[in-house]
C-alpha cells in the first residue's frame, strides 16, 4: 500500500508540465551567501517556490527535425533548422551574452536522432537577463532526443520539456544528462530514462558535476543501474515535485560537498536506498570551502518514498542535515537486512590525482594527501534532524532485524585531518516520528554496545527514541486516507503533536558557508495547510 493519490498528483502534474509544488510556501529562510568563485550573480529569490526565469529578451531559433534545413535562416517557424546541433552553434562560444542577446531555440515536435544533437555543449554563458533555452515549443512530450547530452561550463541555460529517451543497446554506461561546471541550470518539465526495454543503460541518469544554482523541477529521472540522481559538489538550487526512481543503488544522492539543496515535493521509488544525503568521494574532486562533509545544509522535506530494497532515508558524513514531514512506506525490506533509517559515516579517498588531493588536504580538507587504495568510511556526522516524519511498513512488509541503523564510533586513519574516533550521532536528533514497521519487539538497533545513541546520549538513546517517537503505536496502524487514497496519521496516535523545527547551526564550518534554516513548513505535499503539524508529507 502507497500514497496512491499522491504518487498520481506528481505523475500527472510531471506530464502536463505543471509545477507540483507551486502552491507550497517553501522551509527555507536562506542567507544565500554560497558561491563556489568570486564574482557570481546572485541566485533567484530563495522565498520563491520555483525557479523565476523572469522575462528576458531572446532571439528565437526554431528547429524541425522532419521539415527543417540547416541552410535555412532558422530564425522563424516557416523557415526551421533541421538540428539541435546547428541552432547550438549560433550561441556564441566563450562570450558572455548580455541584454537582449540570449537564445531560445524552439523544438518543433518529433524525434531528434543522435547525428542532430550536439556532441559536446560547452562554453556557453548566459545570463539572468539573457539565458539561454532549449524547449519543447509545442509543450511536453512532444520532442523526443534519442542521444545523450553533455553540458560542460554553461551558464543560465534552461532545458523545459525535453524528453531524453534510450534506444535499445544504446548509451551503456554513461549519464543520460551530464553537467559539469554549471551555473544556474534549470530543468523544468524533463523526461530523462536511461531504460531501453530491457536494460538500465546510463550509469547515473542525471549527473552533476562541480556546478552551482542547479533547479530541477517537475521533471521524471529514471533507468541507472547505479543512481538515477547523482550529485557531487553542487552548491545550492533545489530538485522539486519530480518523480526519481528506477536504480539499483540511491534514488537520489547527494555527496561531495553539496550544499545547499532543497529536496521538496517528490516521489521517489524502487531503489536501494531512497534520499541519501552524503555517501562517498574522492577529495579531489571536492569543491573548496566544503571540503569536509560529504553534505551539507540540506533540507528533505514533503516527499513521498516507497518500495526500496535499502532504507528510505540515508545520512553518512553530513552536516546540518534536516529530513522533516516525509512519508517513506515498504522500505527497508531486503532479505538481507536493512533499516528503515540509515545514520552511518561517509566514506572518503583520494581517486588517483595526488596532486589536487594533497591542495585540498592541505588547505583542511578530510581525507589523504595522496592517491591509492586507501578509501574507508570515517567521515562523521554532525547536526542531523529526522523529524515529524511517517515510516510505514504495513503487514506483512518489515525490515528484517530492526527499525533503524545508526553507527557507533569508528577509528579514523592517520594524516586525513579528522578527528577521532569519528561519531555518526554527534547531535543526532530523531523526533516526533510515527513508525510501524514489524512486530511490537522488533529492536530500535541502538541496543548493542557498539552501534550509537548511547544511554548516554545528550539527545539521541533508546529511551529518548520511545518517549519522544511513537513506534508501533499499540496496534494504532497509519490508515488509508479515504479523501486521498494515501496514509495518513490517526487522531491520537502521537499525543503531544510534532516536535518542533530546528535552527540549524553554524558552528565549525567555514564562513560564509550556510544557508541557515529556521522557519516551520506550513503546507503538505499537496499544498494543503498543514494545521496540525503531524508526521508524515500529508496534513490530516
Request: aromatic share 10%; charged share 15%.
Given at each position: 500500500m502507497i500514497m496512491a493519490e499522491l504518487a498520481q498528483a506528481v505523475r500527472a502534474r510531471i506530464a502536463g508540465g505543471r509545477l507540483f509544488a507551486a502552491a507550497l510556501?517553501?522551509?527555507?529562510?536562506?542567507?544565500?551567501?554560497?558561491?563556489?568563485?568570486?564574482?557570481?550573480?546572485?541566485?533567484?529569490?530563495?522565498?520563491?517556490?520555483?525557479?523565476?526565469?523572469?522575462?528576458?529578451?531572446?532571439?528565437?531559433?526554431?528547429?524541425d527535425p522532419l521539415g527543417g534545413d540547416d541552410a535555412n535562416g532558422g530564425t522563424t517557424r516557416s523557415q526551421p533548422l533541421r538540428s539541435l546541433d546547428a541552432a547550438w552553434q549560433r550561441v556564441p562560444m566563450d562570450q558572455a551574452l548580455g541584454s537582449g542577446a540570449g537564445y531560445r531555440i524552439n523544438l518543433l515536435p518529433g524525434?531528434?536522432?543522435?547525428?542532430?544533437?550536439?556532441?559536446?555543449?560547452?562554453?556557453?554563458?548566459?545570463?539572468?537577463?539573457?539565458?539561454?533555452?532549449?524547449?519543447?515549443?509545442?509543450?511536453?512530450?512532444?520532442?523526443?532526443?534519442?542521444?545523450?547530452?553533455?553540458?560542460?561550463?554553461?551558464?543560465?541555460l534552461y532545458l523545459l520539456n525535453l524528453d531524453v529517451v534510450t534506444d535499445p543497446g544504446y548509451g551503456g554506461g554513461g549519464n543520460a544528462l551530464h553537467l559539469e561546471r554549471g551555473d544556474h541550470v534549470l530543468l523544468r518539465g524533463v523526461h530523462l530514462d536511461g531504460f531501453d526495454g530491457t536494460t538500465r543503460q546510463p550509469q547515473e541518469t542525471l549527473k552533476?558535476?562541480?556546478?552551482?544554482?542547479?533547479?530541477?523541477?517537475?521533471?521524471?529521472?529514471?533507468?541507472?543501474?547505479?543512481?538515477?540522481?547523482?550529485y557531487m559538489a553542487v552548491q545550492v538550487g533545489h530538485i522539486m515535485g519530480s518523480s526519481i526512481h528506477g536504480g539499483d543503488e540511491d534514488c537520489l544522492l547527494l555527496k561531495g560537498g553539496t550544499v545547499g539543496i532543497r529536496v521538496e515535493a517528490n516521489e521517489v521509488w524502487?531503489?536501494?536506498?531512497?534520499?541519501?544525503?552524503?555517501?562517498?568521494?574522492?577529495?579531489?574532486?571536492?569543491?573548496?570551502?566544503?571540503?569536509?562533509?560529504?553534505?551539507?545544509?540540506?533540507?528533505?522535506?514533503n516527499n513521498l518514498v516507497h518500495d526500496t530494497r535499502l532504507a528510505g532515508l540515508a545520512v553518512r558524513g553530513g552536516s546540518n542535515?534536516?529530513?522533516?514531514?516525509?512519508?517513506?512506506?515498504?522500505?527497508?525490506?531486503?532479505?538481507?537486512?536493512?533499516?528503515?533509517?540509515?545514520?552511518?559515516?561517509?566514506?572518503?579517498?583520494c581517486d588517483g590525482d595526488s596532486a589536487a588531493c594533497a591542495v585540498r588536504h592541505d588547505a583542511g580538507g578530510w581525507g589523504p594527501a595522496s592517491g591509492g587504495d586507501d578509501e574507508a568510511e570515517y567521515i562523521p556526522n554532525r547536526h542531523v534532524w529526522v523529524i515529524n516524519n511517517l515510516f510505514d511498513n504495513p503487514a506483512p512488509i518489515r525490515t528484517r532485524d530492526e527499525h533503524?541503523?545508526?553507527?557507533?564510533?569508528?577509528?579514523?586513519?592517520?594524516?586525513?585531518?579528522v578527528p577521532g574516533p569519528a561519531a555518526s550521532d554527534d547531535d543526532l536528533h530523531i523526533a516526533g516520528n510515527v513508525?510501524?514497521?514489524?512486530?511490537?519487539?522488533?529492536?530500535?538497533?541502538?541496543?548493542?554496545?557498539?552501534?550509537?545513541?548511547?544511554?548516554?546520549?545528550?539527545?539521541?538513546?533508546?529511551?529518548?527514541?520511545?518517549?519522544?517517537?511513537?513506534?508501533?503505536?499499540?496496534?494504532?496502524?497509519?490508515?488509508?486516507?479515504?479523501?486521498?487514497?494515501?496514509?495518513?496519521?490517526?487522531?491520537g496516535l502521537a499525543p503531544g503533536g510534532a516536535a518542533p523545527l530546528p535552527t540549524l547551526s553554524d558552528d565549525g564550518v567555514p564562513p560564509g558557508a550556510r544557508l541557515l534554516v529556521d522557519s516551520p513548513h506550513p503546507m503538505d505535499a499537496l499544498g494543503e495547510p498543514r494545521q496540525s503539524a503531524l508526521a508524515g508529507a500529508l496534513a490530516r
Open positions: 510556501v517553501p522551509v527555507l529562510v536562506a542567507s544565500l551567501s554560497l558561491v563556489a568563485t568570486p564574482a557570481q550573480a546572485a541566485p533567484p529569490d530563495a522565498a520563491a517556490a520555483r525557479y523565476d526565469i523572469g522575462q528576458p529578451v531572446v532571439q528565437d531559433l526554431w528547429v524525434d531528434y536522432a543522435e547525428n542532430l544533437l550536439p556532441a559536446y555543449m560547452e562554453r556557453r554563458y548566459g545570463s539572468a537577463e539573457a539565458p539561454i533555452m532549449i524547449q519543447a515549443s509545442d509543450g511536453p512530450r512532444t520532442v523526443r532526443l534519442h542521444g545523450y547530452l553533455n553540458l560542460f561550463d554553461v551558464h543560465y552533476v558535476n562541480q556546478s552551482q544554482y542547479v533547479y530541477v523541477e517537475d521533471s521524471e529521472i529514471t533507468g541507472a543501474f547505479w543512481f538515477p540522481l547523482d524502487d531503489c536501494g536506498i531512497g534520499l541519501a544525503a552524503g555517501q562517498g568521494s574522492g577529495l579531489e574532486y571536492m569543491v573548496a570551502p566544503w571540503l569536509r562533509y560529504d553534505a551539507y545544509d540540506l533540507v528533505l522535506v542535515i534536516l529530513a522533516a514531514f516525509n512519508t517513506f512506506a515498504r522500505v527497508g525490506t531486503s532479505e538481507a537486512g536493512s533499516g528503515l533509517l540509515l545514520i552511518a559515516p561517509g566514506m572518503r579517498g533503524f541503523v545508526i553507527f557507533g564510533p569508528v577509528h579514523v586513519p592517520a594524516g586525513v585531518n513508525v510501524w514497521n514489524g512486530p511490537a519487539d522488533l529492536p530500535l538497533g541502538v541496543e548493542d554496545d557498539d552501534r550509537g545513541c548511547r544511554p548516554s546520549h545528550p539527545t539521541c538513546s533508546e529511551r529518548q527514541l520511545r518517549a519522544q517517537n511513537t513506534i508501533n503505536g499499540a496496534g494504532a496502524e497509519p490508515v488509508p486516507s479515504a479523501a486521498r487514497g494515501g496514509f495518513r496519521v490517526p487522531s
